[in-house]
Each structure stands twice: as C-alpha cells, then as structure tokens.
C-alpha cells in the first residue's frame, strides 16, 4: 500500500530492498534518539528488521529520505501499534496521525486479534482520534510489559509515561 501526501511525503507498507537498507539505518537512529530522549522505547535493528521481513512495518519516506515508521508487534494475545516515530522537521503536519492510521488498516486486515496500543500524550491524542480507548494496565495480559525494562521511564512502572489503549471496534 502507498499512500501520497501534498507535501510529496509517501507512506509505503512494503519496500523493496534498497529502501529497506536506507530505512533500516536511519529508522533506528530517530528512534534510538527519541529512546535516549525518555519519549519512547529502544528498538532493537533486529525487530526493525523483522517487521519489515513480515510486511508489519509503515514507513514515511520525503523522496528517498525515511521521516517516520511505525510498526505492529505480534503479542500471543494481541496486536500492538509501536515504535511511532516521526522525523522532528516533519512533525505537527498530520503525519503520525496517517502513519498510525495506515498501522490500523494493516492490523485489521491482517490480524484476528485486540488492536492496543501504548502510548505517550501525543500518540494518545492521535489514538484516540482513530476509536482507540484507555483500559487500566490491569486490564491486559502482562505479556506486553515484558519490554518496559528496557524504558528509562521503568522505574516509575505501572504509574509511567505509557498508557494503554485498546481499538474498539
Ligand atoms: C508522537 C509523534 C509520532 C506524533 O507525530 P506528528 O506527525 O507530530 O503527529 P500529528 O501531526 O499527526 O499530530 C496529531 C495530533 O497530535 C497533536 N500534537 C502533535 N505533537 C504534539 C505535541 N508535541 N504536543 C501536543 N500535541 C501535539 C497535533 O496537534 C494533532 O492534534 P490535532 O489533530 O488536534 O491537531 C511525534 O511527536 C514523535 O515522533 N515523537 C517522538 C516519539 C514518540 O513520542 N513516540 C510515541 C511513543 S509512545
């Protein structure tokens, strides 16, 4: 799927090798700064690079530069948005609310299973836009805390920078 904004920023779902190698670096990169940041958790090049292995991964590219990405992470009970990302030059514009939305389509169409997602202040606001609402942390299965001792934000565990949405459908 390719989506074209006025800006001439494209969100694909699938790319081709060259362009993963490109987004696979710099991807990493925004978000080991925004992780560095306390905004969002570290993501290993690995898992970047199986999400794309799986077509689970949207990415945003300004002509061949990767601006944005999010990604779906197979839970055994769920399928969660993560990794949202969008280049700081390219914020405020609606982008992460397309990337998002693009992740939600992906999910639907190619998961039976809850649709959640974990997210800051912003990335909230964007969820909730899209039908996604807050559960308490006890509501879901602990599977998905299993990563939060990566967070810098752990130590405040569960009263943390995270919430916890669920899409209802
Ligand atoms: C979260 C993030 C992806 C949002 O991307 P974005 O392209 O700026 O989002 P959008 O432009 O689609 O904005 C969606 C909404 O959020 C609001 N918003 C965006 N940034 C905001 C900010 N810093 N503070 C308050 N509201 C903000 C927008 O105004 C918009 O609301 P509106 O529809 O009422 O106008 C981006 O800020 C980012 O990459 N942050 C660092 C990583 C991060 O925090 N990831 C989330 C991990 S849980």
Redesign the pocket.
Known sequence: MLTKLKNGVIVVTQLDQSLQERALTRIEQ??KE?AN?N???PLARSEIQLAFDKNRAVTAFSGKKPI?Y?YLHLWQHYIEI???????N???????????KTALSLAKRSFDLPII??????????AK?LGFTHKDKTFFHPEIWSTCPTCKDYQNFPNC??SCMVYET
């Open positions: 925004l978000i925004e940041a905004n969002m958790l944005g999010v993560s990794g949202i990302v969008v280049h700081p390219f914020r405020q514009q609606g982008l992460g609310l397309i990337l998002i997602i974990l997210p800051n202040k912003v990335s909230g606001k964007i836009q920078r995270c």
